[in-house]
C-alpha cells in the first residue's frame, strides 16, 4: 500500500512531500507522543497523529518512516508543510479520527493480502 | 460495548474497575485537547497517555473505560482518580493501532 | 580593533549579483594549485550557518549609545547589533560612538543612532559567497539572519578562517593516510578519520527543535553509517536535543564520526539534574502540561537515549550543566586498507 493508496483509502489529501513515492506501508504508528514513536522497532512506518507539528514529521524523518497522516482535518502550518518538503516525507491531511483512520487502513491492508 | 467486551478484546488487564462502565464509539487520540475537541460523547479513550488529567478530561467528555495502550504502567494518583469519577482502565499490550482494529470488531452498545 | 567604514549602501537590500561581479572569483585560478580544490570544495559545503557564532550580543532600540559602549568595551567587539526578539534593526559601530562621546548625545538611544542600511549575510549561503561579502567591505563581521529574517548568528573572516584551518587539517590527514597506503608503509593504527559538527539548540525553540538530528540522520547517511546503526544515532540526537530545548537553558549537540564509532553529545547550560537516575528512568519527567499537550515529556528521552547507545554517560550538576554522552560502535569496515 503506497501513500497514493494511504490518501484514497482515508479520503485524505497529499498536503506536501512525494505522492508518488513508491515505498509501501511497512507498519502503521497511531501516536501523538513522539518519544513513544522513536522507541518502534519497524520500517517503513506510516504515521498516525493528532500532532500538527514540525516535530511529526522531524520525528517521522528519524525513523524513517514513510508517510505522515494528520487527522480531523486539522490544520496544519505553513512551517510543517515546508518540512516537509525540506525532509521528503510526505504529508496526508484526512478528514476522519484517528481510530476510524486505523479500522480503515486495516480493512485496505488486509484486503491487499487477500487479492 | 462493555468494560468486560473491551478487556477480552484487547487481551488487557482491568486496572480500575467499574463493572457497568460501557461505551458506544471509540477514540483513539495522546492529545488531550484533542480528546476534547474530538471525541464522541461515551466513547472508549485508547491512548497511552497514563496521565492524572487525562482522567479529568475523560469526565468532560463522558468517556467511562479507558484503553492503555503498550502496557504502560498506571501512575496511582491516576487509578485513583480514576475509581473516584467511574472510569474504568484497561492496560494492554497492544499498540493504538492494533487496539483500535481489535475495538472495531466489537458491536456498539444501544444505550 | 578591526577599521570600520560606515554603510555606503543605497537603497535597502544588497545587490548580490553587483557584489559578485565586483570580487574576484573564489575558484583553482584566484588560489592557484591543486590545494584549492580541497579548499573550494570546503568552501561550497559548509555554510554561513556551520561556521558562525550563535551567541549574539545585542542592545535593544532603546538602549542608550552608553550602554552599547559599555558591552562593545567589555566584549571588544567593533559592531553591535541592536534587536529585539530575533528581529535586527541596525547596528552600532565604533564610529558612532566616538562620534557620539565628540557631539555629547551619547546618553540617547541606539535607535537614533544605529546604522540602518545593513549588509547581512543568510544562514544557509555557502562560505565562498560570504567570502566575497568580506573581500569586497571592510566590516570585521556580519550579522546572519535565517530564512524568517531573524537574526541567528554573527559572523567573521576569523570564524571561517578557524573553521577552514580545521577542516583542511582533517582532509590532509586523510590525504596522508592515503599516500602512507599507496607506498606500502605500515598504516597507522590510531583513528584518522574524524568528522565533527556542532548544534547549537535554543532553549524553548520547539519549532526548529529537532532540526539538528534531521542534519545528523542526513550526515549519517552521506558518511555511509549502517542504517540501523544511523537510526539508533539519529533516535538518541533527537531526543537529547529535545531534553535541551525543553528542559534545559540551551546548549549544544555535538556529532563526531570516526571510523570505529559515533558519538553524540549534548551539554546544556543548566538547571542541572538533581535525581540523575530518577531521570534516566523510563516515564519520569519534569514536563509541564504544556509541553505534554505538544507530544513531548513522556519522560522517555534519556531512557531511550540509554536504551539505544552501546556506551552511556551523563554528568550533571545542579545550576550547571548536564552534559550527555552516546558512543555507538560501527564495524570496522573491511575496505580500510583497500583505500
Known amino acids: ?115 | 460495548m462493555t468494560l468486560e467486551e473491551v478487556k477480552n478484546a484487547v487481551g488487557g488487564n482491568v486496572v480500575v474497575d467499574v463493572p457497568e462502565a460501557q461505551a458506544s464509539c471509540a477514540y483513539a487520540s495522546d492529545l488531550l485537547s484533542d480528546v476534547m475537541g474530538h471525541s464522541g460523547e461515551g466513547a472508549v479513550l485508547i491512548t497511552i497517555q497514563n496521565h492524572l488529567n487525562t482522567i479529568a478530561v475523560c469526565t468532560l467528555v463522558g468517556t467511562e473505560i479507558i484503553v492503555v495502550c503498550h502496557n504502560r504502567e498506571i501512575p496511582p494518583d491516576m487509578a485513583e482518580a480514576a475509581k473516584r469519577e467511574g472510569v474504568a482502565i484497561v492496560t494492554t499490550p497492544l499498540s493504538q493501532f492494533a487496539a483500535s482494529v481489535a475495538l472495531s470488531s466489537l458491536p456498539p452498545v444501544e444505550r | 580593533m578591526e577599521g570600520y567604514k560606515p554603510v555606503i549602501l543605497q537603497g535597502q537590500q544588497t545587490n548580490d549579483d553587483e557584489i559578485l561581479e565586483k570580487s574576484p572569483p573564489i575558484d583553482a585560478a584566484t588560489l592557484g594549485g591543486d590545494s584549492s580544490v580541497i579548499i573550494m570544495e570546503l568552501l561550497q559545503r559548509f555554510k554561513v550557518r556551520d561556521v558562525m557564532k550563535r551567541k549574539v550580543l545585542s542592545v535593544p532600540r532603546k538602549a542608550s549609545l552608553r550602554e552599547a559602549q559599555r558591552i562593545m568595551r567589555e566584549s571588544r567587539i567593533s559592531g553591535l547589533p541592536v534587536s529585539e526578539e530575533g528581529r535586527l534593526y541596525g547596528i552600532v559601530s565604533v564610529n558612532d560612538i566616538i562620534l557620539a562621546l565628540d557631539g555629547g548625545w551619547i546618553e540617547e538611544s541606539c535607535e537614533d543612532h544605529m546604522a540602518t542600511n545593513l549588509v547581512v549575510l543568510e544562514a544557509g549561503m555557502p562560505l565562498s559567497f560570504a567570502l566575497r561579502y568580506f573581500n569586497n567591505y571592510s566590516y570585521g563581521r556580519f550579522p546572519v539572519l535565517d530564512s524568517n529574517r531573524q537574526l541567528v548568528g554573527v559572523i567573521s573572516q576569523r570564524d571561517v578562517m578557524r573553521a577552514l584551518l580545521y577542516e583542511l587539517s582533517v582532509e590532509i590527514r586523510k590525504l596522508e593516510r592515503k599516500t602512507a597506503t599507496v607506498t606500502g608503509e605500515a598504516e597507522p593504527a590510531q583513528n584518522v578519520n574524524y568528522f565533527r559538527r556542532e548544534y547549537a539548540v535554543v532553549r524553548n525553540d520547539l519549532s526548529s527543535a529537532g532540526h539538528a538530528a534531521n542534519e545528523i540522520k542526513k550526515l549519517l547517511k552521506e558518511h555511509k553509517v549502517d542504517r540501523v546503526v544511523a537510526r539508533r544515532i539519529a533516535v538518541a540526537a533527537y531526543e537529547l536535543e529535545i531534553n535541551i530545548c525543553i528542559h534545559s537553558h540551551g546548549g549544544i549537540l555535538t556529532l563526531v564520526i570516526q571510523d570505529d564509532a559515533v558519538t553524540i553529545t549534548a551539554k546544556d547550560r543548566g538547571p542541572g539534574i538533581a535525581d540523575i537516575e530518577w531521570a534516566c528512568r523510563d516515564g519520569t519527567s519534569t514536563a509541564n502540561d504544556w509541553i505534554r499537550s505538544l507530544g513531548f515529556g513522556a519522560g522517555m528521552g534519556l531512557s531511550n537515549s540509554k536504551r539505544v547507545s552501546d556506551e552511556f554517560d551523563i554528568q550533571s550538576e545542579v545550576g550547571k550543566y548536564t552534559r550527555v554522552t552516546c558512543v555507538f560502535k560501527l564495524n570496522k569496515q573491511a575496505e580500510g586498507a583497500a583505500q
Request: hydrophobic share 50%; with cysteine; charged share 20%.
Open chain 1, 1 to 115: 500500500m503506497t501513500i497514493a493508496d494511504v490518501v484514497v483509502a482515508l479520503n485524505g489529501k497529499l498536503m506536501a512531500g512525494d505522492g508518488t513515492s513508491p515505498r509501501v506501508v511497512g507498519a502503521v504508528v497511531a501516536n501523538d507522543l513522539m518519544s513513544d514513536v522513536l522507541l518502534v522497532d519497524a520500517d517503513d512506518i506510516l504515521l498516525l497523529t493528532s500532532l500538527a507539528s514540525d516535530q511529526a514529521i522531524r520525528t517521522a524523518h528519524i525513523v524513517g518512516a514513510m508517510g505522515v497522516v494528520v487527522h480531523n482535518a486539522k490544520p496544519l502550518s505553513e512551517t510543517m508543510l515546508k518540512v516537509a518538503d525540506d525532509l521528503h516525507i510526505p504529508l496526508v491531511s484526512s478528514p476522519l479520527s484517528k481510530y476510524d483512520a486505523c479500522v480503515k487502513l486495516h480493512d485496505a491492508l488486509e484486503a491487499e493480502k487477500r487479492a
